[in-house]
């Protein structure tokens, strides 16, 4: 893929610089370009010189790094296509932008802008004929999304323990706090899906569009006639009690009592928090927030917050942090201070511009949410990312790869699973439960940890015995696992090995006869061989696994005990294991118990037996299935 580097101003088939990206590194398998000394571009006279250190192409993003600018305020980000004018995408302060929700195999024509003071903005960088790849047949289903590789997402850009940012601070006789996603952390990917509970709550269709439009509709109500557009949330549900008839004190206290019950402290900044009082420093905390004061405070102790001088709130001052207002009244009520918040605008930047010193904390979902999945239900996939983002990216710890595989994915599977699995024997009055080997080892111990009213057992089961078990009644496992799957597996077996293992030696003495040598490995070229062999004398194969399934009997028994009805369960897919032990008890052993199959999830393997037992609701399964 081709990148071009013009000026602007400059004709397009006069680019400065061109770069292969087919050429570049990969990282998780997403083509980059890591630093060039060359990729540089000076624009107009006198400006000054930007490189651009990284690209990467997700196909449905863009990600760009470059080198910070001096004295830079910050940068505007535009993008467009061939149909599309350029269109702002993000203003930035780091020197780096992810653009996304683009089309994969598109071109897109990127364009920076830089200021010094944040109102007046000059072109430094246009990158053009840049085409966003195609995704790959895992991408089309997953999506884009970053995935940790060898090492743990906890740990990339990590920040300073709270005993070091404690310790930074006690150079200041005041500490001024920021409120959300900072002190305060709501579970979800997004502040404003809050209110999808509240219109659950308040029993009105599409809340929380009409809760955002509210707000700004009050927001330019006051802008117009107060000359700012600071509001409280009484001016919010002023307009809510106009457009839907629901009392505005009613929808003040839902919202507000929704969100005593959701927020909660975050660890890390608590930490801090309790550090700097315990040696005396004066805490201020400082919002730019439509809840009052007296609400704010509320919101404070119910998550632990005690012992601050003071809570200064944008929408009892009609001024803000962004603005530089509330900035202008705590400098004029405290000396030595310090302010400390995750917004790199209003807390960053404009109290660097006040004069105030500061501290940034990266926000949480703006580290996290390049690492979760896409797709997911709404208000469900919400709430994940927020809470797996909180917990490890609020800086309190830094994880294992292995211990974040379970929180992020394992741990909700295998809990959901056991509460299904818990939730259909209650419903059927299933006593017992039998978690087959291998997956059913961290099932049974996850399950016994949450319920103790159900038995199980741990059942010793594979493939190859269910294979030699029914062989009377079907030949076609058998023959497709010990002679199909291992001809064409990647490592073979010799053909005499094979007999003697699976307990079918006697039947080595008719090899010649079917000219096969003893010292041949089975391999797809003899496999027709082989089966014809098998299935000409398979009297003799049932007698030799006679002994196998009278033991395989005695143990099923010994596992099931008196117990009149069992549920089975495996992780899937095909259902034989859980189909061939409820067909043993049932048919062949003919105990007096009724099995019930449960499987993790299902994939379509043309197995009609398996499609008619889920149709005949034998088979239950919990994630996802094709049959039906």
């Known amino acids: 893929m081709e990148i071009k580097l013009a000026l602007p101003g400059c004709k ?227 307009i809510i009690e106009n457009e839907t008839g629901v009392p505005m004190s009613i929808g003040i206290k839902t919202e507000f009592q929704v969100e005593q019950d959701l927020c909660y402290a975050n660890p890390y900044m608590q930490r801090v928090y309790e550090l700097v009082k315990y040696q005396g420093k004066k805490i201020v905390i400082c919002s730019d927030m439509y809840y009052p004061k007296e609400m704010m405070e509320q919101l404070l102790n119910k998550c632990g917050y005690f012992g601050y001088e003071d809570v200064i709130v944008s929408c009892d001052y009609n001024c803000t942090k962004r603005n530089g207002g509330l900035y202008g009244l705590l400098k004029e009520k405290y000396d030595n201070l310090v302010h400390i918040g995750d917004n790199e605008i209003s807390d960053i930047q404009m109290a660097e511009k006040a004069g105030i010193a500061n501290v940034y904390y990266p926000n949480v979902n703006k580290k996290g949410n390049k690492y979760r999945a896409e797709n997911m239900s709404y208000l469900v996939g919400s709430a994940y990312k927020g809470i797996v983002n909180a917990h490890l990216h609020n800086g309190t710890k830094e994880y294992t790869p292995y211990y974040e595989m379970g929180f992020t994915y394992a741990g909700l599977y295998v809990f959901g699973f056991c509460q299904w699995i ?96 003893e010292e041949e490995y089975l391999t797809p070229d003899n496999e027709k061989v082989i089966e014809r062999l098998m299935i000409e004398h398979w009297d003799e194969i049932c007698q030799c696994y006679e002994n196998d399934k009278n033991s395989v009997k005695e143990y099923i028994k010994t596992v099931i005990g008196n117990d009149k009805e069992v549920a089975v369960v495996d992780v899937g897919w095909s259902g034989n294991n859980v189909l061939q032990i409820k067909y043993l008890v049932e048919k062949e052993f003919k105990f007096d118990c009724k099995v019930k199959c449960l499987l993790a999830a299902t994939r379509n393997v043309n197995d009609t037996y398996m499609a008619g037992m889920m149709q005949d609701s034998q088979v239950d399964t919990y994630i996802f299935f094709q049959y039906v």
């Open 12 to 238: 397009k088939k006069e680019p400065l610089l061109y770069w292969d990206m087919d050429n570049g590194t990969e990282h998780n398998s997403i083509p980059i370009i890591e630093k060039k000394e060359n990729l540089s571009v000076k624009t107009i006279e006198h400006a000054p010189e930007l490189k651009i250190t990284k690209i990467i192409n997700g196909g449905t993003y863009i990600e760009l790094k470059w080198e910070p600018l001096k004295d830079v305020f910050c940068y505007n980000v535009y993008y467009s296509t061939d149909k599309v004018k350029y269109k702002f995408t993000s203003k930035v302060t780091d020197a780096s932008c992810r653009i996304e929700k683009l089309e994969c195999d598109t071109r897109y024509f990127i364009k920076i802008k830089y200021s010094y003071n944040g109102k007046n903005y000059k072109d430094n960088l246009s990158i053009t004929d840049i085409k966003t790849r195609k995704l790959n047949a895992y991408e089309e289903i997953f999506g884009t999304k970053t995935i940790c590789v060898n090492t743990a997402e906890s740990v990339d850009k990590p920040i300073m323990s709270a005993m070091n940012m404690a310790k930074g601070l006690m150079k200041y006789d005041v500490v001024s706090f920021d409120i959300f996603d900072t002190l305060i952390l709501r579970p979800f990917a997004k502040p404003y899906d809050l209110f999808i509970l509240v219109g659950h709550k308040l029993d009105i269709m599409d809340f929380c569009e009409l809760r955002i439009k509210a707000e700004n509709k009050a927001r330019e109500y006051a802008k117009m006639t107060r000359g700012n557009s600071e509001v409280t949330i009484y001016d919010i549900y002023k």
């Open 422 to 517: 818990h939730k259909i024997l209650m419903e059927q009055g299933i006593k017992k439960v039998l978690f087959l080997a291998r997956e059913g080892d961290i099932y049974q111990k996850v399950f016994d940890l949450c319920y103790d009213d159900i038995k199980t057992e741990y059942v010793l089961w594979s493939r190859v015995p269910v294979a030699k078990t029914i062989v009377e009644k079907n030949r076609h496992p058998f023959l497709l696992q010990l002679v199909h799957h291992k001809a064409n597996a990647i490592y073979k077996s010799k053909i005499t090995t094979l007999f003697e293992r699976i307990g079918i030696g006697l039947l080595l003495q008719y090899l010649p006869e079917y000219r096969i040598n």
